[in-house]
């Protein structure tokens, strides 16, 4: 790698950020003045976002850094912040020579986003390193429930199995009507609602509960989210084992131990 426009007296180089959303969108940004075009990926002007010291370096220390700026760029907004668009976005940190945007870049570090924290119209991302992973406990810890999410590798059942389609009739705060339900709410308790149509496609929201024809979710919806908004329901699981033998016959991928002995066993006395 030649990287001979670093030690240049007068510095030509400027920060290159490029982010994917979880839903296949990307946007770049660059800290210099002007617009840049780096292998045919367009990077925006934005002077006003700074990351934070990176120090690269052969350690295992957690490479987490902050990246605080101003929303300059519809591509960021309010509403998409707080939707959670950008939850988990996929983010890449690099340096480039701004005279020569076709030379090789220096990458910096690359992660995805953590907590995300806005304060009027600046916000400031946490964003979490490769190494961050390595927090996560070597060994699952046991538990009576299932510890797998479902539909995903250990649970090994097709979503498109317990999948709906259908229109939302009716919204009252975070209650939402759905006409191919057929009384059937119930099936998608632990579930989610995904909008398939109108400014809110895209989004997710977690069920909580459900009676009939009405499932009620953790968050209200989006105000832009109307009636006759197509959507998709996906069912979900309470991660018991009962549930898991009798409703999806899936006993045998189930990631937890329903009876192994407690804590509450050391407590126990005759006659208790």
């Not at 591509?75 to 340096?95: K, N, P, Q």
């Not at 908004?229 to 016959?249: E, P, Y």
Request: aromatic fraction near 8%; glycine fraction near 10%.
């Amino acid at each position: 790698m030649s990287l001979e426009w670093l030690d240049r007296d007068l510095g030509t180089s400027t920060y290159l950020w490029r982010l994917e959303r979880g839903d296949g969108i990307a946007v770049g940004f660059t800290s210099h003045d002007r617009d840049l075009v780096i292998d045919a990926f367009p990077y925006r002007a934005a002077p006003g976002m700074v990351p934070s010291s990176i120090a690269l370096s052969d350690s295992l220390d957690i490479d987490n850094v902050e990246i605080a700026g101003v929303i300059t760029s519809a591509a960021i907004a309010e509403a998409d912040l707080l939707a959670g668009r950008w939850d988990g976005a996929l983010l890449y940190v690099s340096l480039v020579d701004w005279e020569q945007p076709d030379a090789e870049p220096l990458p910096l570090i690359c992660g995805e986003f953590g907590e995300i924290i806005r304060s009027g119209d600046s916000f400031a991302v946490e964003m979490l390193g490769a190494t961050s992973f390595l927090d996560e406990p070597i060994a699952p810890l046991t538990s009576p429930t299932c510890r797998a999410e479902f539909g995903d590798r250990q649970c090994k059942l097709s979503l498109q199995k317990h999948r709906r389609e259908g229109r939302i009739t009716t919204i009252s705060g975070d209650e939402v009507g759905i006409d191919a339900l057929n009384g059937s709410a119930a099936d998608f308790i632990f579930g989610s609602l995904r909008i398939m149509s109108g400014p809110a496609c895209g989004l997710s929201y977690a069920i909580i509960d459900g009676e009939d024809d009405v499932v009620r979710l953790a968050d209200q919806p989006s105000p832009s989210v109307a009636q006759d908004t197509r959507i998709v329901l996906t069912a979900g699981c309470n991660k018991n084992f009962a549930t898991c033998r009798d409703r999806f016959a899936n006993s045998r991928n189930f990631r937890g131990e329903p009876y192994l002995p407690g804590n509450d066993l050391l407590t126990r006395y005759p006659g208790a």
